[in-house]
Nanobody
Framework: QVQLVESGGGLVQPGGSLRLSCAASGSILSINTMGWYRQAPGKQRELVARILSVGSTYSADSVKGRFTISRDNAKNTVYLQMNSLKPEDTAVYYC??????????????????WGQGTQVTVSS
């Protein structure tokens, strides 16, 4: 089994910062794309940022210049540094990853995984 466990959410004032972490664990052979999505109440889930195993990144226009995605391949962990937070950044943030796992007997399987989500609230 593979699990993604997020941490780092919370309540912060406008203009503040938070750092989200997401660690993947289990019978992992390799991880390709890792990313962060968010879903605000009454809205669809949207891509915030993603990063490839080689380090290439993409960020949504709404967070460019404020959020930075990074990863530590040795720890199977992806981070999202969020600065200059705005009330409109309030949402549940979900980690996502494309992971190839070992199923045994030389069998591997690539699947997409989601974390359980972590709440980020930006309010004074």
């Amino acid at each position: 089994q593979v699990q993604l466990v997020e941490s780092g959410g919370g309540l912060v004032q406008p203009g503040g910062s938070l750092r989200l972490s997401c660690a993947a664990s289990g019978s992992i052979l390799s991880i390709n794309t890792m990313g962060w999505y968010r879903q605000a109440p009454g809205k669809q889930r949207e891509l915030v940022a993603r990063i490839l195993s080689v380090g290439s990144t993409y960020s949504a226009d709404s967070v460019k210049g404020r959020f930075t995605i990074s990863r530590d391949n040795a720890k199977n962990t992806v981070y999202l540094q969020m600065n200059s937070l705005k009330p409109e950044d309030t949402a549940v943030y979900y980690c996502n990853a494309d992971i190839t796992r070992v199923e045994g007997m030389g069998v591997t399987r690539k699947s997409n995984y989601w974390g359980q989500g972590t709440q980020v609230t930006v309010s004074s």
